[in-house]
């Protein structure tokens, strides 16, 4: 049986890894080190490994399928739209699937589930991964800007589709005690803005503990990343201020505290960073090591600000945040 991939012979494939804090270079002394050599053994695998990743359409879920393709991992990208999935296809080796899937829709989850089953099965193999990113911000203002149905239309795809995903997938990865990872938010820790996002992530949260919980005597892992602000679609100003119940033409501007904190979060959003890689190498981590961390926070502003924020007593934060 091989253990190492082939033609590794006396040098070690040029890797860099700044997680594990080393880097794998052509040396022969490389060899004689045992974290390159577990680095090794347990890359050697990835090809065997499935991994299941939603909203791969773009943002984090896109550029995590790219990676993950690029370690040599089995990739089941699911994408809400055809022409997302197209363009993932064209990126990425031969290796990388995609599925259509509707996380709001039992009917769409229900055959992305069977499709995974189809393929997994006959290798009488299991789903290593399943990474749940698929995720809406908009509608996202005051409260009192917002009808029910704003608030609906964000817990359907952050929070419900979460729980109805991992539910639908979790006996295949419970038979090879894989990996779980919720993607939440800081807004999870720390609630900024009005409306159903940082509620939804809050219950991200609390489903990611309470299944970690339970499932931590069947030997699988269940990890969270907190994301900071980062430019994707989710966050995409324009549509924030464009989207139903978001800023747009006809909102009432003249609510004094209210409008003072709707531009406060927009002008923030104006400022979030583009290096969307700080998040996936969190993701990453969950997903490959042996003892993944329960959480990761991802960005400056999350680490320096809202996350030491979140510990802050209540009545101090307030006086922060308003």
């Known amino acids: 049986m091989r ?5 590794w012979g006396s040098q070690v494939a040029a890797v860099r890894s700044n997680r594990w ?19 090794l053994w347990l890359t050697s695998h990835f090809p065997d490994k499935y991994v299941l990743i939603t909203g791969c359409g773009s943002g984090f879920g896109n550029l995590l399928a ?6 040599g991992l089995r990739v089941l990208a699911a994408c809400l739209t055809e022409k997302g999935a197209e363009q993932l296809r064209a990126q990425t080796s031969d290796r990388l699937e995609t599925v259509s899937l509707d996380v709001t829709r039992t009917e769409s989850i229900s055959a992305a589930a069977q499709w995974c089953c189809s393929l997994i099965f006959p290798l009488s193999l299991g789903l290593w991964d399943l990474v749940n990113n698929a995720g809406i911000c908009v509608p996202s203002a005051p409260n009192e800007w917002l009808t029910k149905q704003d608030f609906v239309a964000i817990l359907d795809v952050n929070l419900l589709g979460t729980i109805e995903v991992t539910l639908s997938l979790l006996p295949l990865v419970r038979k090879v005690r894989g990996h779980v990872v919720n993607v939440s938010s800081v807004v999870g820790r720390l609630c900024i803005v009005g409306g159903g996002y940082s509620i ?8 990611s503990d309470s299944l970690r919980r339970e499932l931590a005597h069947f030997g699988l892992k269940v990890a969270v990343v907190e994301p900071g602000f980062f430019q994707t679609n989710v966050t995409n100003c324009e549509s924030f201020l464009a989207g ?12 004094g505290p209210h409008s003072q904190g709707a531009v406060w979060s927009t002008g923030h959003l104006e400022k979030e960073s583009r290096n969307l890689s700080e998040v996936t190498d969190c ?12 959480r990761y926070s991802a960005g400056w502003d999350a680490k320096l600000f809202y996350l030491p924020m979140s510990y802050m007593p209540t009545f101090l934060a307030d006086a922060i945040l308003t």
């Open 283 to 294: 993701m990453e981590h969950a997903l490959t090591a042996c003892h993944p961390r329960t």
């Open 21 to 39: 804090g080393f880097s794998l270079s052509t040396e022969q002394g490389a060899l004689t080190d045992p974290r390159v050599l577990l680095r």
């Open 200 to 207: 939804s992530k809050y219950g991200v949260e609390a489903f």
């Open 3 to 7: 253990v190492f991939p082939e033609g």
């Open 244 to 255: 139903p119940g978001g800023l747009g033409p006809g909102q009432p501007r003249d609510q």
């Open 66 to 71: 790219r990676q993950l393709d690029m370690r």
